[in-house]
């Protein structure tokens, strides 16, 4: 009896120990399902995985996780911009065109610098404007400088703008991204993003490199999240011509910029360079110079690099 009685004992003890077990089991269980917040730490615990696109996974309290994709496989899931009602924009002095949204209103002050802006507008209070455009881009024509020749020197200077020196104060911040692409339809050119946001695309002129064309959506008038209607624009670009005339107009490469070279005082020189030369073909013992007053207000120094302008 005594046996038996010991018996009972030890099955008890089991059995209270196998409920502890099973306790502390199902609290880690659970401590473990609550601790899941991702799509990754759902999958690793061995819950179901919905063949969906994007990916979900459920846990066993019924929560959903999202499998979360790359910038790029985001960009292949939205639906893709229609431009068949677009209009088409033609620059007859630069030889391009491009396309843009046809409920957009153009604003041109000249050839050389282009705006467009939606009709839609924001409700709220947005860059200084009440009831701002919703979008707004500009395109601009502009020259190199004889210092900066290509974004890549740009980027060396640690400047916020690759055209910034051309007369105007540059901004002390670096470009923080430059990327050269290729376009199969206008052929080689760079897009920027800046340390401030602010977004560009610019273009080289195949037979003019002395210019560039820049695309820039207004960093205060465009949304982050755009659906791929920048990126369509620029797709539209293109040269009517890829032989752009040298010579835009009869004088535009006649008149330069007066400057400094081989340390002559600015005010003994205003520079000249012939028509259809282009920059990297001008050298200093090449420019024809003549006395003009005009130099001495460019403020040039001894020593100063020259540099043109149309």
């Known amino acids: ?142 020259a190199k400088s004889a210092d900066i020749s290509s974004l890549e020197e740009a980027k060396k200077y640690g400047l916020e703008y690759p055209q910034c020196n051309m007369g105007s104060s540059c901004l002390p911040n670096a470009p923080k991204e430059i990327v050269k692409k290729v376009s199969n339809i206008f052929g080689e050119y760079y897009s920027v993003v800046t340390s401030s946001g602010k977004q560009q695309t610019l273009i080289s002129i195949p037979s003019n490199p002395r210019y560039l064309i820049a695309i820039e959506p207004n960093l205060f008038l465009w949304p982050k999240e755009d659906n791929g209607l920048y990126e369509k624009i620029i797709s539209t670009f293109k040269f009517l011509d890829q032989n752009v005339a040298e010579d835009i107009e009869a004088n535009s490469y006649t008149a330069c910029g007066c400057g400094c070279c081989g340390g002559v005082p600015a005010e003994t020189q205003c520079l000249y360079k012939s028509k259809g030369d282009s920059l990297d073909e001008i050298k200093a013992e090449d420019i024809k110079t003549s006395k003009s007053e005009s130099c001495a207000v460019m403020g040039c120094s001894r020593g100063t690099k020259y540099h043109y302008c149309d």
């Open 1 to 142: 009896m005594q046996k038996g009685f010991s018996l009972v004992i030890v099955l008890i003890a089991l059995l209270i120990l196998a409920g502890l077990a099973y306790g502390t089991y199902s609290y880690f269980q659970q401590q473990k399902i609550k601790n899941i917040n991702s799509f990754e730490e759902c999958v690793k615990a061995g819950n179901p995985v919905l063949e969906s696109y994007p990916r979900q996974c459920k846990s066993k309290d019924g929560k959903s996780f999202t499998e979360q994709l790359s910038e790029e496989e985001q960009e292949k899931l939205k639906p893709p911009v229609d431009i068949s009602d677009w209009k088409i924009y033609t620059n007859d002095k630069w030889s391009y065109r491009i396309s843009y949204p046809s409920n957009w209103n153009i604003y041109d002050s000249d050839a050389d610098n282009i705006r467009f802006d939606s009709e839609q507008t924001e409700n709220t209070f947005k860059a200084g404007v009440n009831e701002a455009p919703t979008y707004s881009i500009k395109i601009s024509v502009i």
